[in-house]
């Protein structure tokens, strides 16, 4: 982290609502590198804002949403995107004139209504999204390198002010992320195939293992060496989390479900009628993606992803 | 490996018929532990047998499979599925009496079938599956600890004799894996849902975003760290062994297919009509059985598998 800390911090007050995965590791990354002068971290839950205080996340730890954001500069809400509407009511009034709000949630469409009904014209709203996490969740899932090298999405409504956009993407390029700009609606779109769906379908299997007779749950566990526990990665991300992306981007992944369900008929298809030449066909070009993923530095060439107990003695 | 070394070795002469991932790591384990006094590794591919001389992989290796057979007791077929009436119709009438003939592949039902029909009496039939792999093929990619502590499930005919299901079972406890034993028609279903269902499924994804207008290719390579990197993984596996294992598992692969589709439909629907507890309760259950995965040694608790550039601070 040496080499990145800011002389002079980018904000003289920061609001991090919600001290989750995501919360803490900007509370981490934020004060790591100087990126505020005061970082005010608030959770409705005790038990999490105990945590935040062991954990030395933050000097200011509060249950009050309302009062932490009082002559805050930039507030950045990391709760489940379901819970958007109440923490933006809850903060509305006590928010500064020229305040900016944001946001770090997977669904952008829907959050953008939300804070744009809920909050008072004089702040300026910023949503963003880092496309960065863990399987984790909770004060202790988060670290100060999570955004590495990662992308953050921002999605400012049409209205929103240059300079704004400018500091929020200065903050998240402060905290090691590449920044791309898009609308919330070709947002909900991007990720509800490169993220959505895809945690959809490992939510489903891992689901329909479990539930199968003639092969029990041990063997599932056993024998999930041969890719099924590639799938209960993301199957074991936060449930709260994922029932809100899904509810609020309903479109977008329904759309994209059906894509993946035709694909998915037509794969079913050439198995049944033995169609060797399309079924190699298909899982040649697959394979070309990864090198991209993987040359892109998105992805580490590691076999396995590098995961232990077994490694090449090369 | 110091410490597993035999000092007798289990058998006299091994071929290894097939020299990838898999036929390379057991050509170097079997090397590593002393588990044979020759080892003869056999591949059609002249570039292939080349590779493995550089990598002194043996002091035996050839382009001439029915030749590697000779005065063999453990004959082990290292090669794509689709591949083993071939090769057991080549090496037929080269094999010794009493040799053990065993093999790797990811399919048992048909393997079995092609080694009965083209095998002479005379020889043991003992079909093993090593559930261990990586996305990587060819003799680079193998190494000496790929089966430690993975399983390898042995599904010999009922009229094998007990001392050679022994052998076999030995041969695989000192490469370092866990051995289970089961009929070949359970294994093809087991494996179904373990194993060949997740690849197919990720295969299809990655061929889904592939072909979208909307979202480009280059956004779906950025922003795959939302979940689907993940799927590009198994997706990059062998084209022809996977072609392979689904032509010949198709009863399986089909009826497991259609459990996951249901499952799907049942996952579409509740997010449709706004099913939050639905949802949450899949969701939840799903997170659980990660965690027993772990417990048993065959995942790593390191979120996001551990992979980098990003870790923990912790």
Same mark, same amino acid.
């Given at each position: 982290?040496?080499?990145?800390?800011?002389?002079?911090?980018?904000?003289?007050?920061?609001?991090?609502?919600?001290? @989750?995965? !995501?919360? +803490?590791?900007?509370?981490? &990354?934020?004060? /790591?590198?100087?990126? %505020?002068?005061?970082?005010? =971290?608030?959770?409705?839950?005790?038990?999490?804002?105990?945590?935040?205080?062991?954990?030395?996340?933050?000097?200011?730890?509060?249950?009050?949403?309302?009062?932490?954001?009082?002559?805050?500069?930039?507030?950045?809400?990391?709760?489940?995107?379901?819970?958007?509407?109440?923490?933006?009511?809850?903060?509305?009034?006590?928010?500064?004139? @020229?305040? !900016?709000? +944001?946001?770090?949630?997977? &669904?952008?469409? /829907?959050?953008?209504? %939300?804070?744009?009904?809920? =909050?008072?014209?004089?702040?300026?709203?910023?949503?963003?999204?880092?496309?960065?996490?863990?399987?984790?969740?909770?004060?202790?899932?988060?670290?100060?390198?999570?955004?590495?090298?990662r992308w953050c999405i921002l999605t400012p409504p049409e209205n929103t002010l240059y300079a704004d956009v400018e500091k929020v993407h200065a903050f998240w390029t402060a905290c090691g992320a590449n920044v791309e700009q898009m609308t919330a609606r070709h947002h909900d779109l991007v990720l509800a195939i490169t993220s959505h769906v895809p945690h959809l379908i490992a939510f489903n299997i891992v689901g329909t293992?479990?539930?199968?007779?003639?092969?029990?749950?041990?063997?599932?566990?056993?024998?999930?060496?041969?890719?099924?526990?590639?799938?209960?990665?993301?199957?074991?991300?936060?449930?709260?989390?994922?029932?809100?992306?899904?509810?609020?981007?309903?479109?977008?992944?329904?759309?994209?479900?059906?894509?993946?369900?035709?694909?998915?008929?037509?794969?079913?298809?050439?198995?049944?009628?033995?169609?060797?030449?399309?079924?190699?066909?298909?899982?040649?070009?697959?394979?070309?993606?990864?090198?991209?993923?993987?040359?892109?530095?998105?992805?580490?060439?590691?076999?396995?992803?590098?995961?232990?107990?077994?490694?090449?003695?090369?």
């Amino acid at each position: 982290m040496s080499g990145k800390v800011r002389k002079e911090p980018l904000f003289e007050k920061i609001t991090i609502i919600g001290i @989750g995965l !995501i919360g +803490s590791s900007l509370a981490r &990354v934020a004060l /790591a590198r100087n990126l %505020a002068r005061t970082i005010v =971290l608030a959770d409705r839950s005790s038990i999490v804002c105990q945590r935040a205080k062991e954990l030395q996340l933050s000097s200011s730890v509060t249950q009050d949403i309302a009062a932490s954001v009082e002559q805050s500069d930039f507030i950045v809400l990391c709760v489940p995107v379901g819970a958007t509407a109440d923490v933006a009511i809850e903060i509305a009034r006590h928010l500064k004139a @020229g305040a !900016i709000v +944001s946001d770090v949630g997977s &669904v952008k469409g /829907a959050v953008v209504d %939300a804070l744009q009904q809920h =909050l008072p014209s004089s702040v300026s709203i910023v949503p963003a999204h880092p496309v960065a996490g863990t399987e984790y969740s909770g004060p202790d899932a988060g670290f100060s390198t999570l955004f590495e090298n990662r992308w953050c999405i921002l999605t400012p409504p049409e209205n929103t002010l240059y300079a704004d956009v400018e500091k929020v993407h200065a903050f998240w390029t402060a905290c090691g992320a590449n920044v791309e700009q898009m609308t919330a609606r070709h947002h909900d779109l991007v990720l509800a195939i490169t993220s959505h769906v895809p945690h959809l379908i490992a939510f489903n299997i891992v689901g329909t293992a479990a539930d199968l007779e003639e092969v029990t749950q041990s063997e599932v566990i056993k024998f999930s060496a041969g890719g099924f526990r590639d799938f209960t990665r993301i199957a074991a991300s936060d449930p709260t989390m994922w029932r809100d992306v899904f509810l609020n981007n309903k479109d977008a992944v329904l759309e994209m479900l059906g894509r993946f369900n035709e694909d998915l008929a037509a794969l079913q298809r050439m198995i049944r009628w033995d169609d060797a030449e399309g079924l190699f066909e298909l899982f040649t070009r697959t394979r070309a993606i990864r090198r991209s993923i993987i040359e892109q530095g998105q992805e580490t060439p590691a076999p396995n992803f590098g995961r232990g107990p077994q490694l090449p003695d090369q």
